[in-house]
């Protein structure tokens, strides 16, 4: 999940709690108010009542067109010892003069006179619909609450967007940087302190990896060129000592031995080589070039090569594959694929070409289960599995597709491997 989406899921969470205590405190609190000044206004007329009753004055009548209502009559001393003297509740009162019931606020109140007489008097006032105002004032709250979160996920969305742009725009520089190629500089300004340190943290590492990796193109392009001369002068001197005749035969076979593994050391040099003057774009011809015509100048060859194998070949040419490209590498990529396709076959296996505006395809039998996706182009990944193959053919294709913006994927299907090319787009 996105750093940005998580924030926001946090901040909507906790704004809503926060939100949700204060609107449930909102509503005791409103009502809290609501019910002591009703009750004071309980209690003055209570005392009212009361101090007339105990002076013989004249009381108010029961239901005074207010919709105050009082009702006083005498209780015994048992009955008053076993209730509270005061109390305040809220229940539904039949007023007279409308004839129905509403609800109202009612405090009851015990007290005795002079004479030791116990009395219950019980005033009660119109009060509001507790109901409706719960209600009420749950409907406000609850816009107010949804308007408030609104507004704060948005400000916060707004602030952490604008507070996190550097950051994003680190992250889309890196997602399109390639080691080794033309990039474009990191143009990242921020007044934030730790952005400030990222960037640099960035650069700095970004910096290193640049000159260990060049370090290492000029090591193995150093080396591989210098190994050629030594390993061919090693191949010369064993063709002079085949060539004397005075050696026995087992003598014979491990010089051809010998001579043999040089030849494969002569080859994966000079891949080497030529992956080395890839990455460093020393192919500047651009031409535009029908892959499937190559196929077309190679395929004999392997044919003839490969014979014994009994391979069966198919072609569905629909349409030239042409892609713009150094032609020496275009001979080199083709020769690759096919040579994969024809080393790692099997006896009586198959080879189908396919070729379209679109893409090129080359498909070929072999061992019954898939390869490993992530390290097929990857140096050396088959040289342990067949002797004639350097293990770098499918690493200099590969480098050939990144250098001239084509894509190249294998997939495993219906038992066949396939590689597939697509150009990329601009």
């Known amino acids: ?29 409103i009502t809290g108010e609501i019910n002591d000044e009703v009750d004071d206004s309980l209690e003055n007329y209570a ?15 029961a239901s005074n067109g207010s919709n105050n209502q009082f009702f006083l009559h005498e209780i ?46 019980e005033v009660s006032t119109p009060y509001i ?8 004032i749950l409907f406000w709250i609850v816009v107010l609450f949804l308007s408030i979160l609104i507004a704060l996920v948005i400000l916060n969305m707004w602030t952490i967007h604008r507070s996190f742009s550097p950051l994003r725009k680190l992250l889309r520089w890196l997602d399109n940087y390639r080691l080794g190629n033309q990039n474009e500089p990191l143009r990242n300004p921020t007044n934030i302190e730790e952005f400030q340190t990222m960037n640099k943290v960035v650069g700095e590492s970004i910096l290193r990896n640049e000159e260990a990796y060049q370090q290492q193109k000029l090591f193995v392009g150093n080396a591989s060129h210098e ?71 190679l395929l004999p060859d392997y044919e003839t090569i490969y014979s014994s194998n009994n391979i069966t070949i198919t072609q569905n040419i629909v349409s030239p594959f042409i892609v713009e490209i150094d032609e020496s590498l275009a001979h080199t990529l083709i020769h690759n694929l096919l040579k994969n396709a024809f ?22 039998s072999g061992i019954p289960s898939p390869l490993d996706k992530n390290k097929i182009f990857d140096c050396f990944y088959h040289s342990s ?10 690493s200099i294709a590969k480098a050939i597709c990144d250098r001239y913006q084509i894509e190249i994927n294998y997939t495993f299907v219906n038992s066949h491997h396939v590689f597939t090319l697509k150009r990329l787009s601009n």
């Open 227 to 297: 190994m050629q001369t030594p390993l061919a002068v090693c191949s010369n001197r064993l063709e002079m000592l085949i060539e004397e005749g005075n050696l026995s035969e087992h003598q014979m076979e491990e010089i051809i031995k010998t001579r043999q593994t040089i030849q494969h050391l002569s080859s994966i040099n000079r891949s080497l080589l030529l992956l080395v003057k890839i990455e460093n774009q020393q192919f500047s011809d651009m031409q535009h070039i029908a892959l499937d015509t190559i196929v077309g100048q």
């Open 343 to 364: 080393v790692h076959n099997c006896a009586d296996g198959t080879i189908h070409i396919e070729s379209d505006n679109n893409c090129f395809t080359i498909e070929n």
């Open 47 to 61: 005392e009212m009542i009361i101090i007339r009753f105990v002076r013989n004055e004249e009381l108010p009548a």
């Open 385 to 394: 599995s067949n002797s004639q193959s350097t293990g770098l053919g499918l």
């Open 129 to 136: 619909d507790k109901t409706d105002l719960r209600h009420a």
């Open 76 to 121: 015994s001393a048992e009955e008053a010892s076993r209730v509270s003297h005061i109390r305040y509740e809220d229940r539904d009162v039949f007023i007279k003069e409308k004839d129905e019931t509403e609800p109202a606020r009612v405090l009851t109140y015990i007290f005795n006179d002079d004479a030791g007489k116990f009395y219950e008097l």
């Open 1 to 29: 999940m996105k750093l940005f989406n998580v924030v926001a899921r946090r901040i909507a969470l906790v704004a809503s709690l926060i939100l949700t205590v204060w609107s449930v405190g909102f509503y005791f609190i």
